[in-house]
């Protein structure tokens, strides 16, 4: 089965990370980090930074990979790439997809308004700590999760297995 590709950013600085309301789309109405489909001809750490930019207009020279999710089930067939940023260049400003966009600490975070399993993995996001997820949804209740934190070097290769 061939899963859809997907990239989520957090911008961070010492105890804050950055999230956007969805206002259109897919989760509208929840708070998310950037991100979105990697399109054709483009890599994933290309889509990361382009999704980043539409999203936030937020340059970024170097993403951190973090974490990789796979979602299960009706509807979401997916993988999705997460990654951390600490150095972003130009002005913050909100955007037809995301608004509005807000810094919050890591001891608020409106899980309550999020994706269910964001609560699940964010403290490993949080904590640059790299983890590998599967998520699997049964409508729009998490029915099984499976998240363990991963060493560095064995993510790595299991990401360049899939570029
Ligand atoms: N926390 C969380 N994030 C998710 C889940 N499912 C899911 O796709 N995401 C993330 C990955 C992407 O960053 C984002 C969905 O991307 P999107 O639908 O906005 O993609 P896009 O920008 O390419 O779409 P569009 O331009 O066609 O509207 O949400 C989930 O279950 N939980």
């Given at each position: 089965m061939k899963r859809k590709v997907y990239t989520l950013i957090f911008v961070k600085k010492h105890n804050e990370v950055l999230l956007g309301l969805k206002?259109?789309?897919?989760?509208?109405?929840l708070w998310n980090g950037f991100g979105g489909k990697v399109e054709t001809g483009e890599s994933i750490h290309e889509g990361a930074k382009r999704e980043l930019k539409e999203e936030s207009n937020l340059n970024v020279n170097s993403l951190e990979h973090v974490g990789i999710i796979t979602y299960e089930g009706d509807p979401c067939q997916s993988v999705v790439h997460v990654f951390t940023t600490y150095n972003t260049a130009g002005q913050l400003k909100v955007s037809e997809e995301m608004n509005p966009i807000t810094w919050y600490k890591f001891n608020d975070i409106p899980y309550q308004k999020m994706?269910?399993?964001?609560k699940l993995w964010y403290p490993y996001m949080l904590q640059d700590k790299y983890f590998v997820a599967v998520i699997k949804y049964i409508g729009a209740k998490i029915s099984e999760t499976f998240i363990t934190p991963c060493d560095a070097n064995k993510i790595q290769t299991v990401f360049k297995s899939m570029v």
């Open positions: 206002v259109r789309g897919f989760g509208v109405g994706w269910p399993d964001a």
